[in-house]
């Protein structure tokens, strides 16, 4: 670590050191002599004998372990990739490490036991390449890259969550680890732990000469007689086994790899062997201080607090803060829209209009049962079931719709929906939040709390964008850090284990399911009112398409229509996610369907949006019905799904445009 001034090293052991010995006080009634003897082999005789040595020992030893080998990953990747933005979280791999426990454990359970790190290696080596082959060889050091892991991210975290809802008794077990807890009740898991890290060794001796020599970009290297993509597919697969084994012993801690090497960077290191080095030392640091807080806040709430819970409230902040500096001229996204019409037609609208008036005949009257389709009049206990249904799938189409067109026109960002910039989630984290802490029933929550939610993230993403003019490079790694630090909320109502445990995920799927009659008749008449507003003040948004000042000349106060306008795009999104959940990707997709087919004037464009909203939500919600009847699949799951494949595209199609 030559790159480094030794007072740096030296104060970084110490600091590695102090935190881990602050870390075995909390709760513990032993003093430093007993402490010490009990570490020198001294024979536990009291409960608190037995507490420091087989559980807050083990738990700072796997600290440690998990925080050093997160950072090295992160290291490791970021050098690979020459972006620092990169890590197991923004790459996808953890969610695909995720999902493959999810798999393994719900479908080959006799498995589980030998191959649960090997399973999640699996997944996760899909979902990196996965992301690799989207964003393309030649963008990996850019934005697109990080871009294309959000997406896959909100794609295998749909099947996850449809997978537990649906083998629910089988899965119960897997949803600690999405919490990230670094609990221990003895030494076993650190003795499992310890010799399938021990590939971190050869990384440690082969990775600094290779990376020294990848410096010099992929022509260099290769005159220099280095094979760049065989040796690069192997430090890959060398670090995402450490990753998966650590995800497989503690669950899923976010943000640690990616915040520990751009700490060692900004401390001074400058050399691949000292980057890799230091940012093991930080990530333990980092981890242990991480632990320190859940604990503390454990003790004052009464409630067990996972320690990836704290990370991710920890990290999400500093992802904001690394991104804004990292952030470059080539690193903004290109993006290719797909063809589309320069008029609209006349019939689009009736067009439009008839099928999904032919929709909601469909869902009131056609379903699935043993023997296949079947077609009635439902009769009244029926049709009390369904058109709560269909009426809400068709509110939250429209609703979610008109805000994508709303966002995308006020901040000139094509990318701007509200589950991408993170509104969405914010109702989510306002809702969920209320019912871990709080208590409170999260059906009966109300529109007002998620409405603050969304309102704080809409603030946030304001003060945050106008630096970079609302760049969509800015927003969307901002609603990556949301999106991250809601589903940490998410993973630690599941890991309560309570009655409300799939109550709250089958609320996140996004389903009609749960749906009452007096819900849905809220949800219409407030999507109605505000819809219509929407269209009346259209002109607003035509003004502001042609430019702020342009609207200003013209007699427009853009500041305080901006702030209507947003608002209006809040309530949206809390109306929608209090009545069945967050539903991603329609207030993307909505509104570039409609710029397809010609609608390109605001008016027409929201109109348009609409009725392609309110007909995709109620295809799905059916599809979702009828697909493995007589289980059920999730509104929101199947236009996620839907939704995500649309967004590839769009960055495959922008890649090739680059070539």
């Known amino acids: 670590m030559s790159s480094l001034r030794f007072p740096i090293i030296i104060a ?25 003897h ?5 024979e536990a005789q009291e409960f608190a004998d037995f507490n420091f040595v087989y559980a807050q020992l083990p738990r700072a030893v796997m600290a440690i372990i998990v925080g050093a080998m997160l950072g090295l990953v992160g290291s490791l990747m970021q050098q690979l990739t020459q972006n620092s933005l990169t890590s197991p979280l923004t790459l996808g791999t953890s969610s ?36 690799i082959t989207i964003a393309g060889p030649k963008n990996i050091t850019g934005l697109p890259l990080i871009l294309s892991g959000m997406v896959v991210n909100i794609l295998f975290g749909a099947i996850a969550t449809a997978i537990i809802l649906l083998n629910d008794q089988y899965a119960k077990n897997v949803f600690i680890w999405g919490a990230g807890d670094l609990a221990q009740n003895g030494w076993e898991m650190v003795q499992w732990l310890l010799p399938r890290l021990s590939v971190a060794l050869v990384l440690l001796a082969i990775a600094p000469r290779i990376l020294n020599l990848m410096r010099l970009g992929h022509q260099g290297a290769a005159a220099r007689g280095l094979n760049v993509i065989p040796y690069f597919i192997v430090l890959i697969a060398l670090g995402l086994w450490v ?15 990616l915040l520990s090497p751009n700490i060692a960077r900004a401390i001074g290191a400058r050399t691949p062997k000292a980057e890799l080095y230091t940012s093991m030392v930080i990530g333990s640091i980092a981890l242990l201080a991480t632990d320190i807080l859940a604990l503390l806040i454990s003790q004052f709430t009464q409630e067990m607090i996972p ?85 809400t799938a068709l509110s939250a189409g429209v609703a979610l719709a008109a805000a994508g067109t709303v966002l995308q026109r006020l901040i000139y960002n094509p990318l701007a929906s509200p589950d991408i910039l993170g509104i969405s989630a914010g109702a989510t984290f306002a809702l969920v939040g209320a019912t871990v802490f709080l208590g409170t029933n999260i059906f009966a929550s109300g529109s007002w709390i998620a409405f603050a939610g969304s309102m704080i993230v809409l603030v946030a993403l304001l003060l945050l964008g106008r630096k970079n003019q609302f760049a969509p490079s800015s927003m969307i790694l901002i609603g ?45 008449l407030s999507v109605t009112v505000i819809f219509s507003a929407l269209i009346s003040v259209s002109r607003w948004l035509t003004l502001i398409s042609a430019g702020r000042q342009f609207a200003a000349a013209r007699g427009l106060n853009v500041q305080a229509t901006s702030v209507i306008l ?90 090739k445009t680059q070539r």
């Open 38 to 42: 009990l570490l020198m082999g001294a």
């Open 96 to 131: 695909g490490a995720w999902l493959a426990l999810i798999v393994v454990n719900v479908w080959f359970p006799n498995l589980a036991s030998d191959y649960m790190a090997l399973s999640a290696m699996v997944g996760a080596m899909f979902a990196m390449g996965l992301v």
């Open 243 to 257: 990753v998966s084994a650590s995800i497989t012993a503690v669950g899923v801690i976010s943000f640690i790899g």
């Open 566 to 655: 947003l608002c209006s795009v809040a309530l949206l999104c809390a109306l929608v996610t209090t009545t069945m959940g967050p539903v991603a990707f329609v207030g993307l997709l909505a509104p570039h369907m409609a710029v397809m087919i010609g609608a390109k004037q605001a008016r027409s464009q929201l109109l348009v949006a609409g009725l392609m909203g309110g007909l995709l939500m109620l295809l799905a919600d059916w599809i979702g019905q009828i697909v493995l009847f007589p289980m059920q699949i999730a509104a929101g799951t199947v236009v996620s799904i839907i939704g995500g494949s649309y967004f590839l595209l769009l960055l495959i199609r922008g890649q």
């Open 307 to 391: 320690s990836g819970t704290t990370a991710a409230a920890i990290g999400a902040p500093a992802l904001v803060w690394f991104s804004r500096r990292a952030l470059k001229a080539q690193d903004q996204i290109s993006i290719k829209l797909p063809p589309s019409k320069n008029y609209l037609s006349n019939l689009a609208v009736p067009a439009l209009f008839a099928m999904t008036c032919v929709m909601l005949f469909v869902s009131a009257t056609l379903s699935m049962t043993d023997n296949g389709f079947h077609w009635a009049i439902p009769d009244a206990f029926t049709w009390d079931l369904r058109w709560p249904r269909f009426v």
């Open 12 to 36: 970084s052991f110490l600091a590695l050191l102090l935190i881990a010995v602050t870390s075995l006080q909390i709760a513990n009634p032993l003093s430093l002599y007993q402490q010490w």
């Open 480 to 524: 990556i850090a949301i999106s991250a630090l809601i589903e940490s909320l998410v993973q630690f109502a599941l890991a309560k284990g309570t009655q409300d445990t799939y109550t709250i995920i089958g609320w996140l799927a996004g389903s009609t399911y749960r749906v009452t009659g007096h819900g849905a008749i809220i949800l219409a």
